[in-house]
C-alpha cells in the first residue's frame, strides 16, 4: 500500500517564491527577456553552429536532393520518397544557390525558428512564459547536434506543429474550416516524410476532445470527417500535381523501394535491414520502455537523495559549508559523466521522451486544465507515432517529436512547488515506510541542479559534436577550396583530405558527368556538381541485392561507365573524427558492407577499373577502356 501527493499550481503562474528561496534558473535566463529578443537570441544561436562541421553522409543526400531534383530527378530517385521536401528545398536553392552549403543550412535555421514561434503562440496562452522559453530552449540546444540544413524531419516537425495548431483551434473555436485545413497539412507531411500518415491517427485527439466536453456524436463525427477530407483532398491534388511536372513514374519507383525495405518479416534477410516493418515495431517499444526506465531512474534517485540529505541534515550530522561541497561534488560527478561520454545526448533524449510521457499520465491522475492536458495528449501521440519509421528511432527522429510535449511537461514539472509522498510496503506482516518530502527550498534547489546539467550537456555536444564530425570547434577554423563551401569550417586534416580529393577528382569528372561515389559520401556529388551514377547518391542506403540490381539497370541503359570514387576509412558513427582518428577495423571488413562490396568489387573487375589516386582516405578509379 502506498500514498501519493503531488502539490501543483496553477500552470501559467510562477512558484511564490519567499526571499529565503533561492531565484530559480529559468526566471534568472529567462526572466524580463521579451519575446522579440528571445527568439532573436535563439536563431543567432543556432547560425553560430553553422559556419562548423562537414558531413559526407546526410547533408550531401539531402544537397544532392535539391542541387539535381528540376534538372536530372532520375538521378536522385531514392530521396523522392521525400517528394515535396525535395520540392521545397530545390526551389530554395534555385533562389540561395549562391550561398551554397551555408545557405541550406541557413535554411534549416529559419524552419526550426519558425517552429519555436509557432509553438510559443500555441501554448503562450496556458504555461508560464519562463518555463515555455525555457522548453523551447531546451529543444534548440538538443537539435543543435544533428543535421542543420533544410531537411524532411525539420520541415516534417514544422507541419505537425501546423496540424496541431489548426487541429486545437478548429475544436476550440467549432471551426470546420480550421479542421479540413489541419488535414490538408497531413497529407502535405506525407510527402515530406512517408511515415507521417501516422498523423492521420490524430482523429484521436477529436474523440478525446468531444469525451471530455460532452459533444454529441453527431458533431465528432463531422469534425472527423471535415479533418480526414482535408486530407483527401490534399492528397488528391498533390499527386496531380507530381503527374503534372512529370515526377510520378520516379515517385511511384522510389515508393516501391520503400516498399521494399518495409516489407521485411522475420527469418528474412530483409529482417536485418534498417527499415523492416518488424525492426521497427521492435525498435519503437524498446524505445519507450528505456525512456521510461531511466525517467523514473533519474526522477526516483533525485527525490531519494534529498530526502536522504534532509534527514541527515536534521540530525546535525552534516554542517552547512558540508553539504554544499556534497551538492558540488555531485554536480562535478555528473560532468565528469557527460565530459567522459558515459552520460551522452541519445540519454538525454531517452530522458525527455520519458519525461513528456510520465508527466501526461500525471496529468490524467490529477487536477489540470483540459486544454493544457489536451496539448499534451496530441503532444504524446508525436512522440511516440513521429520516431517511427526512422531507422534509428528515438536517436534521430526522434528528437524533432519533443515540440509540443516538452514546454508542457516542462511547465508541469516546475509548476510542482513541493512534494510530500509516503509509500508503505508489506511483508510477512511487517510494515516498511519510506517518507519522501520535500520542501519548496529544497524543490527550488533541485530544478536549478536538474535544468543546470540539461542546459550544460545541450550546449556541450552542441560545442563537440557537429554531425558527422566530431570535433572542438576551436579546431574547426580551416575551409575547403570549392564555391559550395563557402563559409563553412571544419578540421585542418579533414580539409585537407578533402581538397586533395577534390583538386584530384577534377582532372576526371566535369560538371554534369556521371560519377558513382561509395559509400557513405553523397556530398562529393553535391561539390563536384556530378550526376548520380546509379538512382542514388548514398549507395550504403541499399540493401545488397537492390544494390546490385540498380548497377546492372545504369549500366544497361546509360550504355556509359563513370568515374568512381571510393572511401576506405569509416566516415560516419564512431568514424566521424576521420581523419585524424580512425578506427582500427579496415572499412572494406565492416560487417555492415560485406553484401554491396561483393557486388561493387564484381563491377570494378567486370568492367576493368584502374586506380589513378588515392591519398589513403579515398580512391578515384577509371575504366581502362583498352580492355573493353
Not at 283 to 309: D, H, R, W
Not at 427 to 441: A, F, R, S, V
Request: some cysteine.
Amino acid at each position: 500500500m502506498s500514498f501519493l501527493k503531488f502539490t501543483t499550481l496553477t500552470p501559467g503562474k510562477s512558484i511564490p517564491s519567499p526571499a529565503r528561496l533561492n531565484k530559480s534558473l529559468e526566471d534568472r535566463l529567462f526572466g524580463g527577456v521579451s519575446t522579440n529578443v528571445f527568439f532573436a537570441g535563439i536563431f543567432i544561436f543556432q547560425l553560430l553552429l553553422t559556419f562548423q562541421g562537414i558531413d559526407m553522409s546526410d547533408e550531401g543526400f539531402l544537397a544532392i536532393f535539391y542541387q539535381r531534383i528540376f534538372n536530372n530527378p532520375e538521378s536522385v530517385q531514392y530521396n523522392f520518397m521525400f517528394w515535396l521536401t525535395g520540392i521545397i528545398g530545390g526551389i530554395y536553392y534555385k533562389i540561395f544557390s549562391f550561398l551554397g552549403l551555408w545557405g541550406l543550412r541557413l535554411g534549416g535555421v529559419l524552419v526550426t525558428t519558425s517552429t519555436a514561434m509557432l509553438v510559443y503562440s500555441l501554448l503562450k496562452k496556458y504555461l508560464n512564459p519562463n518555463y515555455l522559453k525555457l522548453g523551447l530552449f531546451l529543444i534548440i540546444i538538443t537539435l543543435n547536434n544533428d543535421i542543420k540544413e533544410l531537411n524532411y524531419n525539420n520541415l516534417s516537425a514544422l507541419c505537425y506543429v501546423s496540424i496541431i495548431y489548426l487541429l486545437f483551434k478548429g475544436l476550440k473555436q467549432q471551426s470546420n474550416l480550421k479542421l479540413f485545413i489541419s488535414g490538408l497539412f497531413v497529407a502535405l507531411n506525407f510527402f515530406i516524410r512517408p511515415p507521417n500518415i501516422l498523423e492521420l491517427g490524430l482523429f484521436l485527439a477529436i474523440i478525446y476532445y468531444g469525451y471530455e466536453n460532452k459533444s454529441g456524436v453527431k458533431r465528432i463525427a463531422g469534425q472527423i470527417f471535415f479533418f480526414l477530407s482535408g486530407f483527401v483532398l490534399c492528397s488528391v491534388a498533390t499527386v496531380l500535381v507530381i503527374h503534372w511536372i512529370g515526377h510520378w513514374e520516379i515517385y511511384e519507383n522510389a515508393l516501391q523501394v520503400l516498399y521494399k525495405m518495409g516489407k521485411a518479416t522475420p527469418h528474412t534477410e530483409l529482417e536485418k535491414g534498417d527499415y523492416g516493418i518488424f525492426k521497427l515495431i521492435k525498435q519503437l517499444k524498446s524505445n519507450n520502455a528505456k525512456s521510461i526506465f531511466i525517467t523514473l531512474s533519474i526522477f526516483v534517485s533525485l527525490a531519494l537523495g534529498i530526502s536522504i540529505f534532509s534527514a541527515v541534515r536534521k540530525k546535525d550530522i552534516l554542517s552547512y559549508k558540508s553539504g554544499v561541497i556534497l551538492k558540488s561534488l555531485f554536480v562535478l560527478a555528473i560532468i565528469l559523466l557527460i565530459v567522459s561520454g558515459i552520460i551522452d545526448h541519445w540519454f538525454i533524449l531517452y530522458f525527455y521522451s520519458g519525461m513528456i510521457v510520465l508527466v501526461f499520465l500525471l496529468s490524467v491522475v490529477t487536477t489540470t486544465d483540459f486544454d493544457t492536458r489536451f496539448l499534451l495528449f496530441c503532444g504524446c501521440f508525436i512522440l511516440v507515432s513521429f520516431p517511427f519509421g526512422s531507422s534509428a528511432g528515438i536517436m534521430t527522429a526522434g528528437r524533432y517529436s519533443f515540440w509540443i510535449g516538452l514546454p508542457v511537461a516542462i511547465n508541469y514539472l516546475l509548476n510542482i512547488k513541493t512534494v510530500n509522498n509516503q509509500f508503505s510496503f508489506y511483508k510477512e506482516g511487517l510494515k516498511n515506510t519510506i517518507q519522501i518530502d520535500i520542501t519548496g527550498y529544497q524543490m527550488v534547489v533541485a530544478k536549478n541542479l536538474l535544468l543546470g546539467l540539461l542546459i550544460f550537456i545541450g550546449l556541450y555536444h552542441s560545442y563537440f559534436y557537429p554531425f558527422f564530425d566530431w570535433r572542438n570547434r576551436l579546431q574547426m577554423r580551416y575551409s575547403i577550396d570549392n564555391k559550395l563551401t563557402n563559409g563553412i569550417y571544419t578540421t585542418r586534416g579533414r580539409a585537407d583530405a578533402l581538397n586533395e580529393l577534390l583538386h584530384a577528382s577534377s582532372k576526371y569528372v566535369k560538371k554534369g558527368d556521371y560519377l558513382l561515389a561509395y559509400d557513405c559520401m553523397p556530398l562529393i556529388n553535391f561539390l563536384t556538381e556530378s550526376v548520380p551514377y546509379i538512382r542514388s547518391a548514398y549507395p550504403w542506403l541499399y540493401e545488397a541485392n537492390v544494390f546490385k540490381s540498380e548497377l546492372d539497370l545504369a549500366v544497361n541503359q546509360k550504355k556509359i561507365l563513370p568515374v568512381v570514387i571510393v572511401q576506405t576509412i569509416q566516415t560516419i558513427g564512431m568514424g566521424s573524427k576521420w581523419p585524424e582518428v580512425l578506427l582500427p577495423t579496415e572499412y572494406s571488413k565492416w560487417e555492415d558492407n560485406q553484401g554491396r562490396n561483393i557486388f561493387m568489387d564484381e563491377f570494378l573487375k567486370d568492367n576493368h577499373y584502374q586506380e589513378v589516386w588515392t591519398n589513403g582516405y579515398f580512391k578515384i578509379l577509371i575504366p581502362n577502356q583498352n580492355k573493353n
